[in-house]
């Protein structure tokens, strides 16, 4: 089993940047297909980005494509969410998340994903 551990969350303010980290331990992610999504508050968790075993293919939600960018260092068991140009309905909390070893597939649905970390805060003031 693997343990995914989400940082870098915080308060900004609308056009600012953010970078998120997962680190992943207990296990090598480097066979494992990864994922971002995030909830706010009343709504459902949603897909943001993921990523194949060696970043070679990335998936995008609509609302964050080309101002996010997803990616991974496997040598550091870590993968990494950059946020741009931040609106105020990126706030939420943000989840790292990871399918069972083997699986291809870049899921977007969370149903897909086995392991799952904590959650950080991501706040976006206007």
């Known amino acids: 089993q693997v343990q995914l551990v989400e940082s870098g969350g915080g308060l900004v303010q609308a056009g600012d940047s953010l970078r998120l980290s997962c680190a992943a331990s207990?296990?090598?992610?480097?066979?494992?297909?990864m994922g971002w999504f995030r909830q706010a508050p009343g709504k459902e968790r949603e897909f943001v980005a993921g990523?194949?075993?060696?970043?070679?293919?990335?998936n995008y939600a609509d609302p964050v494509k080309g101002r996010f960018t997803i990616s991974r260092v496997n040598a550091k068991n870590t993968v990494y969410l950059q946020m741009n140009s931040l609106k105020a309905e990126d706030t939420a909390i943000y989840y790292c998340?990871?399918?069972?070893?083997?699986?291809?597939?870049?899921?977007?649905?969370?149903?897909?994903?086995?392991?799952w970390g904590q959650g950080t805060q991501v706040t976006v003031s206007s």
């Open positions: 998340a990871a399918r069972e070893i083997g699986y291809t597939t870049i899921a977007t649905t969370r149903e897909d994903f086995r392991s």
């Open positions: 207990g296990l090598p992610v480097s066979n494992r297909v």
């Open positions: 990523i194949s075993w060696t970043g070679y293919s990335t």
